[in-house]
């Protein structure tokens, strides 16, 4: 009996533990969302001789409306909408065909396909941003959407094809080789049969390339000069230039470029929380 009373007293200070460690990781989570809210809504005086810490003395409601007006936000949004859903659906299409040949129609060119996308994935940014910027420029496309959304995909297909190539090989041969044997072609055998059973990789994918590519500052930046194709990362980077001084602005221009994101989040959780952990796949 005493041994069942000590089991049942650890396994309650085990979860007293883990619920006091996830209520400080939400606490460190949620409180800077919350102090740049709450500083937003100040003016510049008011956040350089008041309290970083405490309520505005006045809220300051236009500080919304004067960034969304001078940052052009409309177009910035709908700029980084084009750019992040063109991307997702282009890498998850192309990484889906590209995985289901890699994993399921023998060819001799296969290992050495594979293996290039594999040296992509380790490729930075940083080293092949010169060269980029100048093939862009060679072929016209420089200050152009397909310009950006072209390079966009090229870097995010890599990891895509990984992903969908490792996830598609799990699925059982046995499957596709009945497909086979029935007359399917392999045009109806991927799409009847891979794609809905790799929704789970599909998922994890557009996670990562959405975050990815929403938050793409350094490549928009360099391969468009205009303002009406540029994104919202670079949108933001100007209220830290000629509006330096004005922090209010500044902080109400952050929290509109974090409202989609926290929205995309919010509406997907329970498919976030589902696709990476059915989309995770085995070394």
């Known amino acids: 009996m005493a041994d069942v009373r ?15 460690v996830m209520a400080i ?19 510049t005086q008011d956040y ?24 052009n936000f409309s177009m910035l949004i709908s700029n980084s909408l ?27 060119a296969t290992p050495f396909l594979s293996g290039s996308f594999i040296i992509g994935i ?5 080293s092949i941003m010169v060269p980029l910027f100048l093939m862009v420029n060679a072929v016209g496309l420089y200050n152009t959407r397909i310009g950006i959304l072209i390079p ?13 190539t490792e996830y598609i090989r799990s699925i059982p041969d046995a499957l596709v080789e009945s497909a086979r044997i029935d007359g399917a072609k392999y045009l109806k055998i991927f799409s009847a049969i891979i794609v809905p059973m790799a929704a789970p990789v599909a998922v994890t994918v557009a996670i990562m390339t959405v975050t990815g590519t929403w938050n793409e500052f350094m490549l928009v930046n360099i391969l468009a000069s205009s ?9 933001i980077a100007r209220f830290s230039g000629a509006l330096a001084s004005d922090y209010g602005k500044q902080f109400a221009a952050l ?13 997907f959780r329970k498919q976030i929380t589902k696709g990476v952990a059915a989309g995770a796949v085995k070394g």
């Open 255 to 267: 929290v509109i470029g974090l409202i989609p994101m926290l929205v995309f989040y919010i509406i």
């Open 227 to 235: 303002d009406k194709i540029k994104s919202i990362p670079v949108g």
């Open 25 to 43: 990781f939400t606490i460190l989570a949620i409180y800077p969302i919350l102090w740049l809210v709450i500083q937003s809504f100040k003016t």
């Open 152 to 164: 966009y995909i090229g870097i995010g297909l890599p990891m895509g094809v990984y992903l969908s």
């Open 122 to 126: 380790l490729l930075t940014l940083q």
């Open 6 to 20: 000590g089991l049942d007293r650890s396994a309650l200070v085990s979860k007293v533990l883990i619920y006091i």
């Open 48 to 71: 350089l001789l008041n309290s970083k810490l405490g309520l505005p003395q006045q809220w300051f409601f236009q500080n919304y409306l004067q960034s969304w007006k001078r940052g």
């Open 82 to 108: 084009i750019y992040t859903s063109v991307t997702v659906v282009s890498i998850i299409v192309f990484g889906f065909m590209a995985g289901f040949a890699f994993a399921k129609i023998p060819n001799k």
